[in-house]
C-alpha cells in the first residue's frame, strides 16, 4: 500500500520551529467499546476488518499521516494480539517521520478507561488529535489546528474541538445516513463554541429543551440538527487529566462532552470546527459500513480510495466505478456491474451478476449468482444459484449451491449456509454461540465483554463447535454450521435501521403513519400547553411558578425513591441500606421524612398494583406481602403522627388518581397499617377528624372506613376505660 | 392591496396611571405633543394601508378617540372605530369585532406601537409567503443606547432585557418558535418536528415581537372561533400558530380552504392534499412543503402553514408604549434621535419649538426639546431634554430637566421639575420641587411643596 506517496505530499506545512518542540500527536483507539458489530467483533477486532478490501484502522492512519501527524499510540484493548500483529507486519512499523506505537490493555472497558491509562503513560505531551480507528476521512486539519490553538492561547479553558459536518437526517427515521441516531447540537453562531449536545433525546418525546442560561448568556444561538459528529476532536492535554479527575467518565460524548458541557464551575468549554468540502465519517454500525464503503467506491474520500492505497498497479478503476484486480477471472457471461469490487484471484462463474458490491480476495464465486449490494470478504465459496441481497460475507464462509441470503444477513467467519438454504433478512449467523447474558443496551455499551475477554471466550467456544455441528446442521440447512443469533426482544423492530439494507419502504410508510398518529395525540399536549399559556394574570404568576418548581421537585424526588425502592425490591438490598439510600435522596433534595415516608409508601402501594392479580382480594394479599417485607423501610421514616396522616393521605390521593383499583380495599389497607404498627390509632383518629370538616366530595374514603375507625374509638375507650 | 388593519388601541392602561384618565384614554395620551395613536396611524397612512379598523376599550374612549380621528386625518384614511368592553384581551377584542373582517388578509398594530417600521413592508412579506401569520420582530431596546450619542446624560448600564424567546429558519424568514411572558424563565422547549423539517434554528433572545402581525383572515378566524380561551394575541394566537404550524389539519379542519375553493368539495382525502398545494404556493419549496410530501415525493398529505417572521433592521426605531419608563424614553427619543418619526407635512402644526414661543430672556431651552404652541415661559428659566405642551405658562426661575410638561400646565416661579411626567391642566404653584414624580390630570400642587418618586393624582369622582 502506497500511501505514504500521497501523504507526503500532502503534508501539513507548519511552523518549522513548533513542529520541533512538539510534533502532532494522535490518540487512535482500537476498540470501540460498542457491540453494534457483533458477532463479527468476537473473532476480529473491528479496526482489522476490511472496508472495501483494505482494513478500516489503513483508512485511518494513512489520513492521519497525510494530516500532519507524526506520532500515534494505537490504543488496543479487545483481540489486542491480533491488532499488534497486524501493525507490526504493516508498512506503518517502518515509516519515516510517522511512528505508531501501540498501548496495550485488557481491562479497559470504555474509552475514558482508555484514556486514563494513556494519561499514566504520560506520553501526551501537547495538542492531540483523538481519533477511533474506525474513521475515514481526508480532511485537512491545518485549519482546525489553527483555530484550536488560537483559542487555547486566548482562553486556557477552550480544551476541545470537534468536527462536525453537515448531515441532516432523514426526517422519517430521524437517522443520519450513516445509521446514527439524530444529534441535536446547539451552537454559538460566532465562537462556534458548543453549547448543548443531545445525542440521545428521546426522554422529552417531541420535545428539546434548552437551558434557560444559555439564552440567558447567549444573544442567538443555532441549534441544529443537520449536523453530524465526525468522532474527530482536536484535544489540549487537559482532556486527559480531566478524564482521570472524573473517573467515572467512561464515554466520550455521553459522559465527557455532555459532563464538561454541564459542568460550570471548570468552565471548560468545546468548540466545533464545521468542514464543507472534505470527508469525514465513523464507522459506527452495519449502515454506516455500507454508505461510507459506497463512499469511498465512489471516491468522496480520494485519495484514500483502494486503488491509491493499494497502489494502482494491483487494481484498476474501470468505468462505472468499477474495481478490478489485475487477476480476477471472470468468465465471459459473467456481468460486474457499477460501483463493484472485485479483489485479487477471485474467480467468478458463468452468468453471475454482481453489482453495487465488494467481493475480496481469494473468493470463488459459481454460476448464477446474484450479488447485490452486499460485501463479500476474502476466500469466501458461493456455490452456483446463490442470491446475495444485501449482505456481509465474512473470511472463509461458504455458501453451498442454492442458498439465499435476503437483505441485512450477516455470515460471520467460515460459517458454512446449506443447500438451497434461505437465511431470513437481518440474521446474524456465527460459529460462536450467541452470549447469554442479555444486558440492557446502556450496560453492552460499556461493559463490553468482547473487550478483554472476548478473545478468551471465543477460543473456548471454538472448541465446543465439533460436537454440535449435528445441532447446528439443522439451523442452516442441510451442511450447515452455525448459529443464527436470536435478536433480543425489543430491538428485534429497530434491526431494521443499523442493517447494511436499506430501509424498506414500507418500513418508511408505516413510520409516516406512526408519526400522523403522534401528532394526532400530540396535539392535545399542544392544547393543554397552551391552556397553561393563558395564565398570565399578574398577581399570583410568580406564586404558581415557585409552587409548580416544587412540585416538580417533589415529583422527581418521588420517583428516585421509586427507583431505589424497586432496586431494593429486584435486588434484594437489605432494608438498612435502602434507608440509607433513601436518606441520601431526602438531603440531596431537600426534602422532609415526611415525603419520604409518602414516597416510600407510594412505591410499595404501585408496586403491589403492577405485580399481577386478578381478584381485589389478591390485591390484597399483594399490597398485604409488601408491606410486611417493608415495613422496616417505612418504618424507619414515620417518627411522628404528621408523618403517618402523610401516609394516609398519600394513599387516598392514589386511590383517587394512579391506583383506583384501590379505592375498594381503601378501609383494608388501613385495617392492615394499623396492624402491622405502621399507623397509630391516633394518626388514623386524626386524620378522621381532620377530614369531618373537609368537603363532601374529600370524604368518600373517610366514609368507606367509617366501620373501622369507629372500632378504633370504642378500643380507645374501652382502653381509657381500664 | 386586500388588507385590512386592526389597530389595537386600547383605553385604560393600569400601567400608565396617572397618566391616562377618562378624558384621556391611552390612545390620545400626548407623546411628543401628539396623541400616541398619531404615530401608528401616521405609519399606515404611508403604507398606503387605509382600510383601518381601530379598536378602543370602553364607549367613552371610543368617542374621545373616533372625534380626534376625525378631526386630524380627515382625509386619505377609512377609519372604522369600534369599542369593545375593557379587560377582554386583544384575541378577545378581535373576537368581538370578527363580523368587520372581511379582507383576504388582517394586519392587527398594537396602538401603542412608536415605530418607523413601515406596516407595508411586514404585509408584503406575509403576502410573498402566503403566510398565516406574520409577525414583527425588532431589536431589544438597549436602554441608553440610544441617546448616549447626544445626551449621555442618563446612561443607565443597564443588561438588554429578554422579552421574548425566538426561533427563525437559517434564512430567518420563518418564525419556528416565540416564547413570551413566564415562558422566558424556564427553560425553552423546542418542538423536535420542526427542527427535523429545518434542520437547524436560530435562536435569538435579542428579538422582540413588535405586536404587529399580519394574519390570513381564515385563520385568523379559524382560531378565534375555536379556541375560545385563547385571550392574548401574543401570548395564546401567535404561539399556537407557531407551534402547529406542521400539524396544522387539527386547526385549519378543512373550512377555510372551503372558502377559498369554494366550488370544491372536501369529502376525500384528495381534496385536502389539493388544498394543502394551494395553501402552499409559494414560489419556492420551503421546509414546509417539503416536510408535507411523502417519501416517494409525490403527494403531500400533512397539512402545514407558514408562519413567518419580519425582522425589523437593527437601526429602526420600534417601542411599545407600554409602561411609565416607556412614556418617557418615547418622548425623549422622539424629540432626539428618531425626530424622523415627527417629520411630516400634512398635519403638522408643531415644531420643535412651536410657532409662537414666548420666551422671557435669559432662558434656555436646550437641545432635543419640545415647545408646544401657545406655551409660553419666563425669565432666567432652563429646559433641558424635556416636552412642553401646548398653552402652558412657565414662571420665571423654572428649571425643566427630562420630563414631559403636557398642555395647559401652569407652573410658579421657581419650580424645579426633573424626570417627572405632569399631566394636562395641572397647576403647580411656586417653589415646587418635583423629582421623579407622576402627577395626574388637573391636580394642584400647593406652593413650596417637594416631592420625590411619587404619583399624586386627584381622586377620581
Known amino acids: 500500500m502506497g500511501a505514504q506517496k500521497k501523504g507526503a505530499t500532502a503534508r501539513v506545512s507548519e511552523d518549522p520551529e513548533e513542529l520541533a518542540r512538539n510534533p502532532l500527536q494522535a490518540i487512535l483507539l482500537a476498540d470501540s467499546f460498542a457491540t453494534t458489530f457483533r458477532p463479527i467483533t468476537l473473532e476480529r477486532p473491528k479496526v482489522l476488518l476490511p472496508l472495501v478490501n483494505i482494513p478500516m484502522i489503513d483508512y485511518t492512519l494513512a489520513w492521519l499521516e497525510s494530516a500532519g501527524v507524526e506520532e500515534v499510540f494505537v490504543f488496543c484493548c479487545a483481540h489486542s494480539k491480533q491488532v499488534i500483529d497486524y501493525l507490526e507486519s504493516s508498512q506503518w512499523s517502518s515509516q519515516p517521520n510517522f511512528s505508531v506505537a501501540t498501548i496495550e490493555s485488557h481491562n479497559s472497558i470504555s474509552a475514558g478507561d482508555a484514556l486514563r491509562l494513556i494519561y499514566e503513560r504520560n506520553v501526551i505531551h501537547g495538542d492531540f488529535v483523538l481519533i477511533s480507528g474506525d474513521t475515514v476521512s481526508n480532511m485537512l486539519l491545518t485549519q482546525a489546528l489553527q483555530e484550536h490553538k488560537e483559542r487555547k492561547k486566548k482562553d486556557a479553558n477552550a480544551i476541545m474541538t470537534m468536527v462536525v459536518k453537515q448531515s441532516k437526517p432523514s426526517p422519517i427515521t430521524q437517522q443520519s445516513r450513516l445509521g446514527t441516531d439524530e444529534l441535536f447540537m446547539a451552537i454559538n453562531p460566532v465562537t462556534k463554541q458548543l453549547l448543548c449536545y443531545e445525542d440521545k433525546a428521546e426522554y422529552s418525546k417531541g420535545f428539546i429543551s434548552l437551558d434557560k442560561t444559555l439564552i440567558a448568556d447567549n444573544p442567538s444561538i443555532i441549534l441544529h440538527n443537520d449536523k453530524q459528529d465526525c468522532y474527530i476532536d482536536i484535544c489540549s492535554q487537559e482532556v486527559l487529566s480531566l478524564f482521570t479527575d472524573n473517573f467515572d467518565y467512561q464515554h466520550l460524548r455521553r459522559h465527557f462532552v455532555k459532563g464538561l458541557l454541564v459542568d460550570d464551575i471548570m468552565g471548560y468549554k468545546i468548540f466545533t470546527h464545521e468542514i464543507h468540502s472534505s470527508y469525514a465519517a465513523r464507522i459506527d454500525n452495519f449502515r454506516s459500513y455500507d454508505t461510507i464503503s459506497k463512499d469511498i467506491i465512489q471516491r468522496w474520500t480520494y485519495p484514500f480510495v483502494p486503488d491509491v492505497l493499494c497502489g494502482s498497479t494491483a487494481i484498476k478503476v474501470e468505468r462505472q466505478g468499477t474495481y478490478r484486480a489485475s487477476d480476477v477471472t471472470l468468465s465471459r457471461s459473467a456481468h460486474v456491474g457499477s460501483f463493484t469490487f472485485i479483489g485479487q484471484g477471485t474467480k467468478i462463474g458463468n452468468d453471475t451478476k454482481i453489482s453495487h458490491s465488494v467481493v475480496g480476495k481469494g473468493c470463488t464465486i459459481g454460476s448464477n449468482v446474484t450479488i447485490e449490494g452486499s460485501y463479500i470478504w476474502n476466500n469466501v465459496t458461493i456455490e452456483d444459484g446463490c442470491q446475495l441481497r444485501n449482505a456481509i460475507v465474512c473470511d472463509g464462509v461458504i455458501m453451498k449451491s442454492g442458498a439465499v441470503l435476503q437483505p441485512g444477513v450477516i455470515l460471520s467467519f467460515k460459517v458454512v449456509v446449506g443447500h438451497q438454504f434461505v437465511v431470513p433478512a437481518y440474521s446474524k449467523v456465527s460459529l460462536l454461540q450467541q452470549p447469554t447474558q442479555q444486558d440492557s443496551d446502556e450496560e453492552l455499551e460499556y461493559a463490553d465483554s468482547t473487550s478483554g475477554t472476548g478473545e478468551l471466550q471465543s477460543e473456548k467456544l471454538n472448541g465446543d463447535i465439533a460436537p454440535d455441528l449435528s445441532e447446528t446442521a439443522s439451523e442452516l440447512g442441510t451442511g450447515g454450521v452455525g448459529y443464527i443469533w436470536s435478536v433480543f426482544e425489543g430491538v428485534q423492530d429497530e434491526e431494521w435501521r443499523h442493517s447494511v439494507a436499506p430501509i424498506p419502504t414500507d418500513k418508511l410508510v408505516k413510520l409516516m403513519l406512526d408519526e400522523d398518529e403522534e401528532q394526532l395525540t400530540q396535539d392535545g399536549n399542544v392544547l393543554s400547553a397552551s391552556g397553561e399559556l393563558k395564565a398570565d394574570s399578574d398577581d399570583n404568576g410568580s406564586e404558581d411558578e415557585n409552587n409548580e418548581d416544587s412540585r416538580d421537585d417533589y415529583v422527581f424526588f418521588e420517583k428516585e425513591v421509586e427507583a431505589t425502592f424497586l432496586r431494593a425490591v429486584h435486588e434484594n438490598v437489605k432494608v438498612d441500606h435502602a434507608v440509607l439510600e433513601v436518606n441520601a435522596l431526602r438531603l440531596s433534595y431537600n426534602m422532609a421524612s415526611v415525603d419520604c415516608a409518602g414516597a416510600i409508601f407510594y412505591s410499595m402501594m404501585k408496586l403491589a398494583v403492577e405485580s399481577p392479580h386478578s381478584s381485589a382480594s389478591e390485591l390484597l394479599k399483594n399490597a398485604a406481602e409488601m408491606i410486611t417485607k417493608w415495613q422496616k423501610l417505612l418504618k424507619s421514616f414515620l417518627h411522628d403522627i404528621d408523618e403517618e396522616i402523610e401516609v394516609i393521605l398519600k394513599f387516598e390521593e392514589m386511590c383517587l388518581e394512579s391506583a383506583k383499583e384501590f379505592a375498594a380495599l381503601f378501609p383494608q389497607v388501613l385495617h392492615l397499617l394499623y396492624d402491622k404498627e405502621i399507623l397509630q390509632e391516633d394518626a388514623i383518629l386524626r386524620w378522621a377528624d381532620e377530614k369531618e370538616g373537609a368537603d363532601e366530595s374529600d370524604k368518600v374514603f373517610l366514609k368507606r372506613s367509617e366501620k373501622f375507625i369507629q372500632w378504633l374509638k370504642e378500643a380507645e375507650e374501652e382502653e381509657d376505660d381500664d | ?461
Not at chain 2, 373576537?95 to 398594537?110: E, P
Not at chain 2, 416565540?178 to 436560530?202: F, P
Not at chain 2, 411599545?320 to 417629520?343: K, P, Y
Request: with cysteine; aromatic share 4%; net charge neutral.
Open chain 2, 1 to 461: 392591496m386586500d388588507f385590512q388593519v386592526v389597530v389595537l388601541a386600547g383605553g385604560n392602561s393600569k400601567k400608565l396611571t396617572p397618566l391616562i384618565s377618562k378624558d384621556v384614554p391611552k390612545p390620545l395620551l400626548p407623546v411628543a405633543n401628539r396623541p400616541l395613536l398619531y404615530y401608528v396611524l401616521h405609519q399606515l397612512r404611508e403604507s398606503n394601508l387605509k382600510d383601518l379598523i381601530v379598536v378602543v376599550e370602553g364607549e367613552d374612549a371610543a368617542l374621545h378617540v373616533g372625534s380626534w380621528i376625525s378631526k386630524t386625518f380627515v382625509d386619505g384614511l377609512h377609519v372604522k372605530i369600534a369599542a369593545v368592553p375593557e379587560d377582554i384581551g386583544t384575541a378577545g377584542a378581535l373576537r368581538a369585532i370578527s363580523h368587520h373582517l372581511t379582507a383576504k388578509d388582517i394586519l392587527v398594530v398594537s396602538g401603542d406601537l412608536v415605530s418607523d417600521v413601515p406596516p407595508g413592508a411586514v404585509a408584503a412579506t406575509h403576502r410573498r409567503h402566503d403566510a398565516a401569520v406574520t409577525a414583527m420582530l425588532c431589536s431589544v431596546p438597549v436602554s441608553g443606547s440610544l441617546e448616549s450619542g447626544s445626551s449621555g446624560g442618563k446612561d443607565k448600564t443597564k443588561k438588554p432585557g429578554r422579552y421574548n424567546i425566538i426561533g427563525l429558519d437559517p434564512c430567518k424568514q420563518f418564525l419556528l418558535h416565540i416564547a413570551t411572558g413566564s415562558e422566558i424563565e424556564k427553560d425553552s422547549r423546542l418542538q423536535k418536528r420542526i427542527l427535523h423539517a429545518v434542520g437547524q434554528m436560530e435562536i435569538r433572545s435579542d428579538l422582540m415581537d413588535a405586536h404587529m402581525y399580519a394574519f390570513k383572515r381564515s385563520v385568523l378566524q379559524e382560531v378565534l372561533d375555536h379556541k375560545d380561551t385563547f385571550q392574548s394575541l401574543k401570548q395564546d394566537v401567535v404561539p399556537y400558530l407557531v407551534r402547529s404550524q406542521l400539524k396544522s389539519e387539527a386547526l385549519l379542519n378543512g373550512i377555510s380552504q372551503a372558502e377559498e375553493n369554494g366550488n370544491e368539495k372536501l369529502s376525500s382525502p384528495n381534496n385536502q392534499v389539493l388544498d394543502s398545494k394551494i395553501l402552499a404556493n409559494a414560489s419556492t419549496p420551503s421546509f414546509h412543503e417539503l416536510y408535507s410530501m411523502e417519501p416517494d415525493g409525490s403527494a403531500q398529505t400533512r397539512k402545514t402553514h407558514k408562519c413567518c417572521a419580519y425582522i425589523a433592521s437593527s437601526s429602526s426605531y420600534c417601542v411599545r408604549l407600554n409602561s411609565i419608563q416607556a412614556f418617557m424614553d418615547i418622548n425623549r427619543d422622539v424629540t432626539g434621535d428618531a425626530d424622523h418619526l415627527l417629520s411630516d407635512t400634512s398635519s403638522d402644526r408643531d415644531n420643535i419649538i412651536g410657532p409662537s414661543p414666548k420666551l422671557g430672556s435669559k432662558t434656555t431651552v436646550g437641545p432635543h426639546c419640545m415647545l408646544g404652541e401657545g406655551s409660553e415661559i419666563g425669565d432666567k428659566c432652563q429646559v433641558k431634554r424635556s416636552v412642553i405642551g401646548r398653552h402652558c405658562r412657565i414662571g420665571s426661575h423654572v428649571k425643566i430637566v427630562n420630563s414631559v410638561v403636557m398642555n395647559h400646565v401652569t407652573i410658579g416661579d421657581g419650580c424645579i421639575i426633573q424626570g417627572s411626567v405632569v399631566c394636562s391642566n395641572v397647576q403647580l404653584q411656586e417653589r415646587v420641587v418635583l423629582k421623579d414624580c407622576l402627577v395626574g390630570a388637573g391636580f394642584v400642587v400647593t406652593m413650596g411643596n417637594e416631592y420625590k418618586g411619587e404619583s399624586l393624582a386627584r381622586k377620581e369622582k
